[in-house]
Structures are given as C-alpha cells and as structure tokens.
C-alpha cells in the first residue's frame, strides 16, 4: 500500500466553541501559518459559524466543514440543519458520526448511515468518525467494532462515492483527555478499517481512502502519528482552536 497514494488531511473539529468574531479572527491567523501546507486543511465550524468562515477563508487554502447535517432534505425536524442547506451555502464537508453525537445525541449507525447517504447525495465529502470505547478496547473488541461501525455507515455506498469520504479513527478514550492512542495502536486500527475498505469495495478503493487518527492529537505528539504508513492525517479537536498548534500538525502532515 502507497502511503503517497493518498491526500493527507488534516481537519480541526471546533466542536461548540467560537463566537463569530471570534472565528474570524482565528482564521485570519491561521491563513498565513497554513498557505503552504501540502495536506487538506480543513475547518469544522459549528452552523453559526460556517457563513463568517466562508468569508474568511477566500482567497487561502482552507476548505470549509460542518459537524453535522440530518438525512432529511427539509420539513419538520426542529433544530435540524440539512445537507443541500449546507451544500448551497458552500460548505465542502461534513463531520458524521462523532462519538459526541453518538453519545449524547443517540446517534447509532443506522442514523450515521442514513445522514451520510443524504450528505453524498447533496455533494457533500464526509468525514465519517468511528471509535471505540474504553470498555471496548479492555474487552478486546476494537477491530470488531470499528469493522462493524464502518460496514453499517457505508451500506449503499458507491465505490465511486467513496471518493467523498474519510473515515476518521477515534478512540473514544483518547478525545479530549490529552490520553493518546500511541502511533502504533492508531496505526493498527486505521490499518484494520483500511482492510475493512478493502473487504467491501476491493484494494483499489482500501488504497485510496484516506483514514485520519483523532483523539489528543496536538503539535507535540502529531509528526509521530501522521508518519505511520495508515495515517493519513487527523482530526483534530483541542488543538484546533489554536492557530499555531494547529499550523504545526499541519506541518507535521506536509512532511509525514
Ligand atoms: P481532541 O483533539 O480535543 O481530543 O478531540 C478529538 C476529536 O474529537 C476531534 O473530532
């Protein structure tokens, strides 16, 4: 397998943090620290955010992501924001399937899957999020789950649709508790929903995927992960909401 083969990217998930004014300045910051980067760049904003963003990102290399969207095209779904709503405004990405979702907001991967179908349909590239638990890690089940994470959210998908989508590997246990995954365990999972890839559509396709590590990724520890032959870059949750760290991993990804 050719590690070149495939795009590196690197996301940084805001999660629920930035007011607009906010944002727009950390863009402003980030655009000259970024502007050489060869991996993706991408931002995941919250809604609020995502119009401001799109401003502030003309001109510069940093690609535009949502953290959610309902499979629904419209109607009765208070609170809900839909796919072509984002595909209209500009939006090139979409997170799916955070283990926040799932755990707060009874995501399962049925819903996962349906969201992701609506998000490929409206010409959305996901960043489809699979992880497992502590108790799953403990109980020996990581490779089983994540398999099973994976076959369910893809069910329907294309071979030629999965061009559009990035599986981000994050164990559960390593998100926002500065606890990473070491590079040989990210690298061992990534390796296993690559194998995953591989087993649904064929080697062509587990080739050219790419599959990101997340989960206290952060300047220090970044070039050690995104070296390993399955990690095609991160996603990046903390250590997004700082531009010059987050340049770093950036960094760290155009190199690895
Ligand atoms: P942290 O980088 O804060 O651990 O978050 C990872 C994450 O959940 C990105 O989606």
Redesign the pocket.
């Known amino acids: 397998m050719n590690k070149a083969l495939r795009k590196a990217v690197i996301a940084g998930?805001w999660k629920m943090n930035k007011t607009r004014p906010e944002a727009a300045a950390l863009i402003a910051e980030l655009k000259p620290l970024v502007a050489d980067a060869g991996c993706e760049v991408v931002a995941c904003v919250p809604f609020t955010n995502l119009e401001t963003v799109l401003e502030a990102v003309k001109g510069s290399n940093i690609k535009v992501g949502a953290q959610n969207c309902h499979f629904e095209k419209s109607g009765a779904f208070t609170g809900e924001i839909s796919a072509d709503m984002l595909a209209e405004m500009g939006v090139e990405y979409v997170v799916l399937g955070?283990s926040e979702r799932r755990q707060y907001f009874g995501e399962t991967d049925e819903t996962v899957n349906k969201r992701l179908t609506a998000a490929l349909a409206a010409g959305l590239k996901v960043i489809l999020?699979v992880g497992e638990m502590l108790a799953d890690r403990e109980n020996g089940i990581t490779g089983e789950l994540v398999a099973l994470q994976t076959k369910i959210a893809l069910k329907g998908v294309s071979k030629e649709d999965l061009k559009n989508v990035i599986i981000?590997y994050?164990p559960v246990w390593?998100?926002?508790t500065g606890k990473t995954a070491t590079a040989e365990q990210a690298n061992e999972v990534c390796a296993i929903i690559r194998g995953v890839i591989a087993s649904i559509y064929d080697q062509e396709a587990a080739d050219g995927i790419t599959i990101q590590y997340?989960?206290?990724?952060n300047a220090k520890n970044a070039a050690e992960l995104v070296a390993q032959p399955d990690v095609d870059g991160g996603?990046?949750?903390?250590?997004s909401l700082k531009a010059v760290d987050f340049s770093v991993i950036v960094k760290a990804a155009t190199e690895g």
């Open positions: 998930n955070h999020c981000a994050e390593a998100i926002g997340g989960g206290s990724m996603l990046i949750g903390g250590a």
